[in-house]
């Protein structure tokens, strides 16, 4: 264990971003330096801590003393030695390759949430790692732009590892959302929301009573990027905030402390088609908005609160943290002048409707209290055990019935959704609308989602979100079976062959051989497939020989 001061991780986060963004958040720093130095010195809380970028190689999972308070250091988890882990920055269309080395001590597997990832690499808990064992990802990112997270999904620890650090956001970029012109660089901030329970020796304390575990783990102070009484010094430009829910318990309910309205323009899966302008927002644990605020209606020396307001809720301790309490999250200071960032485009990516009409058949999923667990359809989590099959690649409509007087955030791993209904209202809300992947459903409340699983067949996850309540054992294994048969397809284009494969295959091996026979040697072939659509390309020349072939992982 050693012991990272938190303003070393405050300058390593500085110095770790891609160069374009550096400079420019080196110029904003020493400007408002030059403005402000001695008024921010003064200010209360703490500056903001910008998270660390990675795009590849070994993620580190170690225990590490920080003082996620100034002066009071604690025993936490980090990844690559940050808490929250480093923020994943990859490309729609390429490989994503990690190598994950777990240093914890203890077992550890990590989820992508939201990224469509083949089976083996989706972070099941069956597949976790002893302490002192790495293991390797490697798969092609197909999610549309957006705002993703990733985190442990140990068996038994999630909630623990979760809490204790074992968390980051997973940034997906592409071509079209960056031609869009939205608020880039230093104007494009990840903000993961931590929501944490700590001791006198402000320490991260997580010993979750019987109590906690049926309502949630339920915290009195949020951490953004894991900085306690957070702000941050902004100019009156326009910013795209990434909000990403990776507590445990905690739902916010999101606005502006003047009332003033903000732009929506993402859920858990990208771009809406077009902005929405909203006063505040629920954002329940896994899920994720991306917003664009805008400052100019302030003036220079004013702040403003990103808060939480309160909601009707049940839940939690008496005389201890509860569900649906107001607070502040982040509060920022108009510094600079004004940047004339363009306007939110009126138009940012199209998303196809999913017809109920077009369902090929309806699940339902009661969602029920059974002493001080909760179990859905009566059944409590099984590592092994596969509690239903899906056929690949047919629109399924999943009900989802809450008889129990708490929330649960409901997460699909495996495919992205729409909500078609929620039974407490005539018009969906905003952060209900666009790709999803978790959905709240209130206390008896009944939410219809819309989902089609084609991307990878294999054993995948349905749980609630509240991480003490999927711990618990309210969680399912089910099993998509039966895509096409996997087969190289071939095409004349010129003087090249193309050659395909589906993407659902994206965990085979694909090998070569110069010849056939009985003394073929098949190698891995040295061809990166490119993802196209839903199908892995690549050419090669027609003139010579060679074979490919599909192995299964
Ligand atoms: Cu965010 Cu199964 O998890
Ligand atoms: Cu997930
Ligand atoms: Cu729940």
Redesign the pocket.
């Known amino acids: 264990m050693k012991t990272t001061p938190f303003n070393l991780l405050n300058r390593r986060s500085f110095l770790s971003r891609s160069t374009l963004a550096a400079s420019a958040i080196v110029s904003g720093a020493s400007f408002r330096l030059a403005l402000s130095a001695r008024a921010q010195s003064t200010r209360p809380g703490n500056p903001l801590r910008l998270l660390p970028e990675w795009s590849g190689g070994t993620l580190t999972a170690a225990p590490a003393t920080v003082a996620v308070w100034p002066g009071y250091p604690g025993p936490v988890l980090t990844l690559n030695g940050s808490i929250p882990g480093p923020t994943i920055r990859a490309r729609r269309g390429e490989w994503f390759t990690a190598r994950i080395d777990n240093q914890l001590g203890e077992p550890l597997v990590l ?1 992508w ?2 990224i469509l990832a083949p089976e083996r690499m989706d ?1 099941h808990p069956r597949d976790g790692v002893a302490s002192g064992q790495s293991y390797g990802v490697h798969f092609p990112i197909r999610n549309r732009a957006g705002t993703y ?1 990733y ?1 442990a ?1 140990t068996d038994a620890l ?1 909630a623990s590892q979760a809490y204790r650090g074992m968390a980051g956001a997973f940034i997906v970029e592409d071509p079209a959302e960056a031609a869009l012109d939205l608020p880039a660089g230093n104007h494009d901030l990840v903000l993961v929301l931590t929501d944490k329970r700590s001791n006198a020796a402000r320490q991260l304390i997580y010993s979750p009573t019987m109590m906690d575990t049926m309502s949630g783990y339920l915290g009195d102070v949020v951490l953004v990027n894991g900085t306690p009484d957070a702000w941050l010094s902004v100019d009156r430009g326009r910013y795209r905030l990434r909000l990403v829910n990776g507590s445990n318990a905690r739902i916010f309910k999101l606005g502006l402390s003047a009332g003033r309205a903000l732009q929506l323009i993402a859920t858990d899966g990208g771009l809406f088609p077009a902005p929405v302008t909203v006063t505040t927002l629920m954002l329940a644990p ?1 899920q994720r908005a991306d917003i664009v605020v805008d400052f100019a209606p302030y003036s220079v020396g004013q702040s403003v609160v990103l808060r939480s307001f309160s909601f009707p809720a049940s839940g939690g301790m008496m005389g201890g943290p509860r569900q649906g309490t107001e607070f502040d999250v982040l509060r920022f200071y108009v510094d600079g002048a004004a940047t004339g960032a363009p306007p939110v485009p009126a138009t940012l990516s199209a998303i196809t409707p999913l017809d109920p009409a077009l369902a090929q058949r309806t699940r339902v999923f009661t969602l029920a209290m059974s002493g001080m667990v909760h179990t859905i359809n009566g059944l409590l989590f099984s590592l092994n055990r596969v509690d239903f099959t899906v056929p690949f690649g047919q629109l399924e409509l999943w009900e989802i019935r809450n008889t129990s007087t708490e929330f649960h955030p409901m ?1 699909v ?1 495996g495919a992205l959704f729409q909500v078609s209904y929620r039974s407490s209202t005539a018009t969906l809300a905003p952060e209900d609308t666009g790709w999803k ?2 959905v709240l459903v209130s206390p008896n409340e009944t939410v219809r989602l819309l989902v089609n699983f084609d991307s990878y067949p294999g054993v995948f ?1 349905f ?1 609630c ?1 509240n991480l003490e309540h ?1 711990d618990s054992g309210m ?1 399912l294994n089910f099993e998509v079976t039966g895509p096409p048969p996997v087969k190289l397809e071939t095409s004349r284009a010129g003087t090249n062959h193309v050659i395909s494969y589906p993407q659902s295959a994206a965990d085979y091996t694909l090998e070569h051989t110069p010849r056939l026979g009985t003394n073929a040697v098949w190698q891995p072939a040295s061809q990166a497939p490119v993802l196209d659509d839903a199908a892995l390309k690549f050419t090669v020349p027609r003139t010579g020989t060679g074979f490919f072939r599909l192995r299964k992982p």
């Open positions: 989820h949430h939201g972070g997270w985190h999904h999630t896994g997460h791993h992947d978790t996850l749980h979100h999927e969680m």
